[in-house]
């Protein structure tokens, strides 16, 4: 993925300010640009016209297109003095937004820790969730695997039976100590979101890789 | 868990040992006319009694927590440790004042009055002679039983830490001052045999009940902080809210207390945020488990955390903006056609209303104050006249750098209809 810019609104409020540190903070660690928008609301970041690579950090997500960073409270990616990790929930998602997220990874110089959740088999009497994986899913943390070496980027996984999806992310980041929870839209998803899910119960920075940055929404 | 690693098993043994101790300083002490081993003996009896007590509380302390005990029981063991700290400081005192006096009746202004009153004297070995069977007999008893008691204390204060029962580690000390003392009166036995010099035993004497005085003190100041609530200390504390800080989302320790029941730590902490609730239940769990690892590598096996998530302290207050007619943020009061009153909260607009004020600057003020605004802002540099008349109104006068509403999140809302 080619880093473009990185867009946020500029409001004088104390959330405005924490966001706009963050924006900036982000920045000087892509070494690209920061841009701010005085004043924007939600009708100025909807119309801008957002080139390929460009990273937008704004409180809620405006764009599908575009790859937003919701950075919720927090000032600075590793303001906490957090690990430089990023949690990425592997889905069946096409290696393409996965191998964007990663390269962003890189280019933070990021660890990435794949989570996966996997229902228990019934008839496996094994503690250990790996053994409880379909051979799709298997195939799935693989791809993600050999994306992350091919990248460069130094990874972990973690395969778990969750009781709930988006739960057992947000509990994982927290507990792992991540600076970022790096998600992509699910693209056959009828109703219900995971990224909204995330939206309401994350208190970790939200990554959401657009599906097409700088096309049209 | 291996059986022998219980506490009751470990209480059985030490039973057990007293039992054999008893046996053999009596009979021994009567056989060879030993007032010393013989009152050894029955101190020993007294000790059955304390073991005793201590399975007693054992069990009391495994009780489960309860609503007429919500923190459970375990502060039944801190009892024990405080009065085992009073009893060993109580027996290294007596010790030292027993070896002081004797060693200071060598000097010969101090002998005859101690000749005639000593208010710690001390037990002789035998009444009568003191024959080679005699003196093995004695040797035999005092080192066999000081070498029990001190294989018994190391297993007995191994098995209380394993299991975090610290009435087990400070019956333990109790039974290591018992070898201790048997350990003096061997080394006493020695020393007259050897040396002649029966002396050399007061000072080692000083020596033990210099380590008694410590152990007590330390098992003491234990069972006291643990039944006053003392807080486990600063740097623990410290650790604690330098983890909870980590924590994605935490806006700040809004109070923290900690304290042990028993060998039990108990944190209760209060965090601020501004996190979503379904946002706070994860990081409540999450905090929870951080606390108790770190409780864990302080030493503290055994954790109780009671974390609450709350908002910060609102801030709530009210500012205007002074808007000219083209809505841009005037350069003065006198120049506003209208004010914006934003209601601030955490200082965020919450709700933000237009007032179109009537009359002349007085008239502004005095709206603006019925309106319970606190701070009026204009943009640019201001005027020193309004800035010093708001002041004298209670009204703080701010100026801002730009023109736009927006920048300062008081924009129209275009979805309110």
Redesign the interface.
């Given at each position: 993925m080619d880093i473009g810019r990185v867009i946020a609104p500029?409001?004088?409020?104390?959330?405005?300010t924490t966001l706009l540190a963050f924006a900036e903070d982000l920045a000087a660690r892509l070494q690209c640009p920061c841009v701010r928008l005085?004043?924007?609301?939600p009708?100025m970041l909807l119309k801008f016209d957002y080139e390929r690579g460009d990273i937008l950090v704004a409180p809620r997500p405006v764009r599908r297109d575009v790859t937003m960073l919701v950075p919720?409270?927090?000032a600075g990616l590793l303001a906490?003095?957090?690990a430089p990790r990023a949690l990425i929930p592997l889905s069946n998602n096409p290696s393409t937004t996965r191998a964007d997220v990663l390269s962003l990874l890189a280019a933070l110089g990021f660890e990435a820790l794949f989570w996966h959740t996997t229902w228990r088999d019934a008839g496996n009497p094994s503690a250990d969730a790996r053994d409880h994986l379909a051979a799709d899913s298997r195939a799935t943390i693989a791809e993600a695997e050999s994306i992350a070496r091919d990248a460069g980027v130094p990874f972990r996984t973690i395969v778990t039976t969750a009781d709930s999806m988006h739960?057992g992310i947000?509990?994982a980041?927290?507990?792992e100590?991540c600076a970022l929870v790096a998600m992509s839209r699910g693209r056959d998803a009828v109703r219900g979101s995971y990224v909204k899910s995330m939206l309401?119960?994350?208190?970790?920075?939200l990554l959401v890789i657009g599906r097409n940055p700088g096309g049209s929404s | 868990m291996n059986r022998w690693m219980s506490p009751y098993a470990a209480m059985s043994v030490i039973l057990a040992m007293y039992v054999v101790k008893i046996a053999a300083k009596l009979s021994v002490g009567y056989a060879i006319n030993s007032p010393m081993i013989v009152g050894d003996g029955w101190h020993n009896v007294s000790d059955i009694i304390e073991a005793l007590l201590v399975i007693l509380m054992l069990w009391l302390s495994s009780r489960p927590k309860s609503d007429h005990y919500p923190f459970g029981r375990k502060n039944a063991e801190s009892l024990v440790a405080l009065s085992t700290g009073i009893g060993l400081l109580a027996l290294a005192a007596k010790l030292a004042a027993q070896s002081a006096l004797s060693l200071l009746a060598l000097v010969p202004v101090f002998a005859g009055p101690l000749g005639v009153w000593n208010p710690f004297p001390r037990e002789p070995l035998v009444t009568g002679g003191v024959g080679s069977v005699t003196f093995w007999l004695a040797l035999a008893v005092t080192a066999g039983c000081g070498a029990l008691s001190f294989v018994a204390s190391r297993y007995q204060i191994a098995v209380g830490r394993k299991t975090n029962h610290p009435s087990l580690v400070a019956d333990g000390e109790e039974t290591k001052s018992d070898g201790y003392v048997e350990l003096i009166a061997a080394a006493g036995i020695l020393s007259v045999h050897f040396t002649g010099i029966p002396k050399l035993e007061d000072a080692f004497t000083l020596f033990i009940a210099w380590k008694l005085s410590s152990t007590g003190r330390e098992l003491f100041l234990g069972g006291w902080h643990a039944l006053l609530q003392h807080s486990l200390g600063k740097e623990v504390e410290e650790a604690i809210r330098t983890a909870t800080m980590r924590l994605a989302g935490a806006a700040k320790v809004a109070d923290l207390k900690t304290f042990k029941v028993g060998a039990q730590a108990v944190v209760i902490i209060k965090v601020h945020t501004r996190a979503s609730l379904e946002a706070t239940r994860m990081m409540k769990k999450a905090l929870c488990e951080r606390i108790a690892t770190l409780l864990d590598g302080h030493g503290f096996a055994e954790s109780d955390v009671y974390a609450r998530f709350d908002c910060p302290s609102p801030d709530e207050h009210r500012l205007a903006y002074a808007l000219g007619s083209d809505g841009r943020i005037a350069t003065a009061i006198a120049d506003a056609a209208s004010f914006r009153i934003c209601g601030m909260i955490d200082g965020d607009v919450e709700r933000a209303r237009d007032v179109t004020p009537a009359g002349g600057f007085w008239q502004v003020i005095e709206l603006l104050r019925s309106k319970r605004v606190a701070e009026v802002r204009i943009r640019g540099e201001g005027v020193p006249k309004e800035k010093a008349a708001c002041e004298a109104a209670g009204l703080r006068y701010v100026t801002v750098e730009h023109g736009d509403p927006a920048a300062y999140g008081c924009d129209k809302d275009d979805d309110l209809s």
């Open positions: 500029e409001r004088l409020t104390r959330s405005g005085l004043g924007a609301g009708d919720f409270d927090e906490r003095g957090n739960y947000a509990l980041a927290l507990t100590e309401d119960c994350s208190a970790v920075p | -």
